[in-house]
């Protein structure tokens, strides 16, 4: 009897372990897909300089931060 019960746990424990790894290789997938997105935008970012312009809020005073990058070198 206890034979049965430890074939039928490791029968339901195959497919659950087969959707683990489906599910881990999707989230993989996702986040390639995120780095590739955040890599295209910090490329672009760096081949032209960026502004932020902030307003203090104890004096009024405008401050600019310019950041200036320079281009990735060609592959």
């Not at 019960?5 to 989230?27: C, G, H, V, W, Y």
């Not at 897909?33 to 902030?54: C, H, L, W, Y």
């Not at 600019?64 to 070198?73: D, F």
């Amino acid at each position: 009897m206890a034979k049965e019960s430890e074939t039928k746990t490791a029968e339901q424990a195959s497919p659950d372990l087969e959707r683990i790894m489906r599910r881990l290789d999707l989230f993989d997938q996702r986040l390639d897909n995120i780095d590739s997105v955040v890599t295209a935008v910090a490329e672009r970012v760096m081949k032209q300089p960026v502004t932020f312009s902030v307003t203090c809020s104890k004096c009024g005073s405008n401050i600019e931060i310019a950041i200036v990058g320079t281009e990735k070198p060609g592959r």
